[in-house]
Each structure stands twice: as C-alpha cells, then as structure tokens.
C-alpha cells in the first residue's frame, strides 16, 4: 500500500496505514461452518463416510490396548496427538452450551445435525472412557515423547499410553468437567434422542458422585499432564458440575450444593477476568445467573445473587466498565489475558457475554456495572467486536480464523496441516523426518485446516505466521469451541445472510491509491466543531462494479468534550461498521464506549458501496 504526501495529511495518512483495520462484511454463518470442519480434522479414531477434512485419515485404533480398555475416538487437542481429558471436556461443555442456549440459532442455519455430531464425537469417547463409576480414563498418548516428534496422526510412533483416575487417584477438576460436558450434552441431545440423552446423564451423575467423594487435583495423579495442563483447583470445577446437573435435572439436590459450597468453595467469594478450560467461575457465576434470571431460584434467591454480582464483576470487566478493576486489551481492541493462545480466552469470554446478555434480554434487566447500568444490547456489542477481531477487523487486517477471508495464517502449528496427506504422500514421515522436511519448510502447510482459531498476536497486536512461533499459531479445541454458539448467535441478529460477503481484495498493484478529502462540519442547528476526513482505503472490482471500501475520521476540533454525537448519512447504498443506527432515517450514533469524544481526539468508522462516497453531517450533539 503506498504511502502518499498530501503535505499536511502525510502523517495522519502513515497512521492510517499503519493501523489498517479492515472493514469485513463478515459471514457469521461461513466462520460458523470452517469452525465445525476443525472439529472434523481434529478427530481420532475411525472417520466416518462423510467425512470432509479429506487429508485426514484413520488414527489411533488401538488406543486403550495395551490397557484392556476401547479407548478408540475422541479428539487430538491441538496441532499435537494427545487426548488431553480436561481440556477436551471443557470443549464438549461448550459446544453443548451453544447448542442448548442458541438452539434456535442453530437450527435456523440448519447447522444443529453438526453440531450434535461435534458433540457426540467427545460423548461417545467420554462413555467408554468411563469404564466404572469410580474410574475414568483421563488422558491417551505421552505428551512428552508426542511433542518430540513431528508425523501426521496416521503415522503415529509415538507411545499410546493411557492414564486413569480411580478413587486412589483422584481428579475431581477432571471427573467434574466431564461430568459437566455429559450433564450439558444430555439436555442438547434431549429434544433429538431422549435414550441417548437419559444414558450421558447416567454417567453424568456417576462421576460428579466420584468427583465429590474422592477429592484431588488430576495432575497430581497423572504427572505426564501437569506441564502441558496444570490444574489450578478442583472446587470450581465441582460447582460447575453440579450447576449442569441442576439444569439437567431440576434436582434440588445440586442447587443446595451449589449454594452450601458458595463460600467454601469460592463461589461467590471469586472475583475472576478469565474464564477458560481451567478457570470456570465465571462460567458456574453467569450459569447461577441465568436460573436466577429465570426466576428458579426460590429459597435460594440470596445467594444467587451474590453469584450473579460476581458474574457482573465478569462482565463489566470485560466492557472496560468495572472501576479500574478490567481485562487488558490491545490497542486494537482484543481482550488480553495471557501470551499463550490468548485467543482461546477471548473467545470464551466473548461466548459468555453473547449468552449474559440473551439472558438479560429475556428477564428484561440490565448489567449493573460501578459506573452504570449498562443494557444487554452492549455485551452483545462486545462479543461481535471480538468475533470481528478473529475474523479480520483487527491491526494486521488478518483473520485468525484458518481459511476464512482473503488473509489468514498459513504456517500453522499443526503436524497433519503442515505435512503432506497421507493419500497423497502414502510413504510414512517418521519423527525425526518431519522435523527436517515439513517443520522448517519455509513453505505454507499443504493442508488447510479450516476453521481453526489459532492462538493469535501478542498484548500490542502483533502476529507472526510462523510454524515454529506456537504461542500463536497454534489452535486448540479449547478455543474453537465457543466459536459454535457464538457465531450462530451473531449470524442470528446479521440478517438471514448475515453481512454481505465482500469479494476477495487484490493486492495492490500500480493502480491502487488512497482518494483523500477533508471536509468541515456545514453550519448545522448544533454547529458542531467537527471535521471529516474521508478516504478510500482499497478498491475492487467484481465484474462491472467497482466496490470502495471508505473510512471516515471524525475529529473533535474543539478543546470540550462532544458527547451523544448523531449523524446523518446519505446517498449510504452498502453496509457501514462503527457506528449504531438509531430509530430516525438515516441517523447514526457512536458505540457505546465512544459516547464521548475528548478534546482534540478522533474516531473513525467504515463503509463499502460501489459508487461515490456517501454524505456525512451532523445533526446533533451535547
């Protein structure tokens, strides 16, 4: 992209290259299916006829041999070949989530069949896993010697081991989330196969019983997992399952365990920012939320409420409204928590947002945050603003969601994406050999693996595609898994298209260039003191239409505050990010958390039409 001197506007014209956030019109429903595709390439165990991920072949057909034990099927966790149990259960809880509380969302994308696929392929593993009330094999495969090798899963040498939790090696943290993962999965199954449901909730039952009883962290029973996926406690985990249970069963039996463990437990004495496979406070916190929102409380009421202050404690952490107390984000805008796959916890708390917010809706009620109460339409706002992070609108303008978009990561860390399909390469890659040959290829990986959300780029918004660079290009199960409900909630509130899907951009080429014009504020009513600045960023073409992506800075000339700023566009014929429409024609109001625009400061938003630009005024301001 060339950099032109338009003397005064040189500077700002470098910012804006540098910045370079893309305005996609994003296809929620098309990122929704690529997300079920990695589920399909992550599978272990015999793949079934229609199968799509057509690289991908069977793998791991004797696991649980050497044991005695059908340990066949289930899920690789990430771009390596082991069955990790926690992070996995914690998988299937969500994409159970979504499919219970976006039921219709789904549906209406006739998107549900997969979904329950995607589900059962953990269930299933998770019922043979659990061979004895008090026992449940919780891990396949050494990740120590798997992380030494680099071969596709058809090829696998590496050891096939299989860990066990019993009652003299207990994993409450383990046996609770897959407790979880069944109790949720058995109301998703409920509506479509009542035996089946009836069956995970059996087990369900069984192992929080065993959870409960034998008390312990997993890690401390299978050291192999505890430097890959160290448990940081087990009572979160406890409160989760019973919570699940609760809402499977209506039993008051967990409800008052929920409630007789509150503080003992820490939940209701947990204030968190994160929520993840290992962290699930804020998870049981919005879960207890919804039953009260429901109004299923009863004598329960009061402690209930203390878990929902904590769940608001979340969520107003999450808008940047909680007192100071917030989660960091990136000058781009994504929620930050850690270096490691950050994404994983964008997209849970994204995910938790969308579905506090449904709750809200329903119960006519509002966030209560230190500074305001704040409507649910706002944490919808947020789940969208991180779901469009993923997806493109984002500082590098890069979806971090493989294979959607016109750029996306293509060195990803991911041992059957980055070597050749063993259909196609029928010779095996040995450990070793792969190293050399695919690993350090400086090439892109011959597979894509669709639909997979890689780790992402670091606290100041920086990526680097690079296979070796695994912090951030790795994907997981556990970040992809909340991708299913909240894609299908935002395709849901898009339209029955969702936005209109742009065309691939070109490149730049000797053709390619920034149009700028500057234009001051007309003398309206309110005689705002407010200048424009229009630019197209990238142009297209798409058989005879020429299509222009605009951006328009807004600057606040003035040394006061402008605040509650609406403004009227005309002759607007494509769609426009940024901005909030309002009930009157034509009018739009900033978002939420631009309400106020300092002295001296600018926001921006974006369009695409092809045609000329569209008319920018004021019509009002405080």
């Not at 099927?73 to 299937?92: E, I, Q, S």
């Not at 469009?388 to 750029?407: H, I, R, T």
Request: proline share 5%; hydrophobic share 35%.
């Amino acid at each position: 992209m060339k950099n032109l001197n338009f003397g005064g506007l040189s500077l700002l014209l470098g910012i804006l290259v540098l910045e370079a956030v893309i305005a996609e019109g994003f296809n929620y429903g098309d990122a929704l299916d690529k997300t079920f595709m990695f589920f399909e390439a992550q599978r272990s165990g015999k793949l079934p006829a229609n199968q799509r991920v057509k690289w991908r072949g069977d793998s791991g057909l004797k696991d649980g041999y050497l044991q005695g034990v059908n340990l066949v099927g289930g899920y690789y966790d990430a771009g390596d070949h082991v069955k990790f149990g926690l992070p996995m259960a914690y998988t299937v809880t969500m994409l159970a989530w979504g499919a219970i509380d976006f039921r219709r969302e789904i549906t209406e994308l006739d998107q549900m069949r997969q979904t329950l696929w995607s589900i059962r392929w953990g269930t299933d593993y998770f019922l043979k896993a659990h061979t004895q009330p008090n026992v449940l094999w919780a891990q396949v495969g050494d990740g120590d010697s798997d992380h030494y090798c680099w071969e596709r899963a058809e090829d696998m040498t590496t050891p096939r081991t299989a860990y066990k939790l019993d009652q003299y090696h207990p994993g409450s943290d383990l046996a609770g989330e897959t407790s979880a993962a069944l109790a949720a999965s058995a109301i998703a199954f409920k509506p479509y196969n009542s035996s089946y449901s009836n069956l995970l909730l059996l087990h369900a039952k069984q192992l929080f019983t065993f959870a409960d009883r034998y008390r312990g962290l997993y890690d401390d029973s299978i050291q192999n997992a505890k430097q890959f996926y160290t448990s940081s406690g087990y009572s979160d985990e406890l409160l989760w399952a019973a919570a699940w249970l609760y809402r499977a069963t209506d039993d008051e039996y967990y409800l008052k365990y929920v409630v007789d463990n509150a503080v003992y437990m820490g939940g209701t004495g947990w204030a968190v920012k994160e929520f993840s496979w290992d962290n699930k406070y804020a998870g049981v916190q919005i879960l207890l939320s919804q039953i009260l929102l429901e109004g299923r409380a009863g004598a329960y009421t009061s402690t209930l409420k203390q878990y929902q202050a904590k769940a608001n404690y979340f969520a107003c952490a999450c808008l940047q409204k909680n007192d100071g107390y917030n989660v960091h984000k990136t000058p781009g805008g994504l929620i930050y928590v850690r270096e490691w796959n950050n994404l994983q916890y964008a997209s849970a708390a994204a995910f938790l947002l969308a579905v506090y917010s449904d709750s809200l809706s329903a119960a006519n009620a509002k966030l209560t945050c230190p500074e305001r109460q704040i409507p649910p339409q706002e944490l919808l706002n947020f789940s969208r603003s991180q779901a469009d992070y993923f997806l493109g609108k984002n500082p590098k303008s890069m979806s971090y969601l493989v294979g959607y978009g016109p750029q996306y990561p293509v060195h990803v860390h991911h041992r059957g994406s980055s070597i050749a399909s063993i259909f196609s390469l029928q010779s095996t890659v040995q450990c070793v050999l792969g190293f050399e040959t695919w690993y350090r290829r400086p090439e892109g990986n011959p597979n894509v693996i669709y639909g997979a959300l890689v780790g992402g780029p670091d606290q100041n918004d920086n990526f680097s595609d690079d296979r070796s660079n695994y912090e951030q290009t790795e994907p997981t199960l556990s970040g992809c898994a909340p991708l299913v409900g909240l894609f299908s909630k935002l395709q849901s509130v898009s339209g029955p298209a969702g936005y209109p899907k742009q065309p691939p951009v070109p490149h730049p080429t000797p053709g390619f260039y920034h149009r700028i014009q500057k234009t001051q504020a007309p003398n309206t009513r309110s005689e705002a003191p407010v200048e424009f600045i229009h630019s197209i960023t990238k142009t297209w073409t798409v058989g005879p239409t020429t299509y222009y992506r605009h951006r328009v800075i807004i600057m606040n000339k003035s040394v006061k505050p402008i605040k509650d700023l609406k403004l009227v566009i005309e002759d607007l014929s494509g769609s426009i990010w940024d901005l909030n429409p309002t009930q009157e024609k034509n009018t739009y109001e900033l978002p939420q958390w631009q309400k106020v625009l300092p002295p001296g400061s600018e926001c921006s938003f974006v369009y695409v039409q092809g045609g000329p630009q569209a008319k920018v005024t004021v019509q009002s301001f405080n």
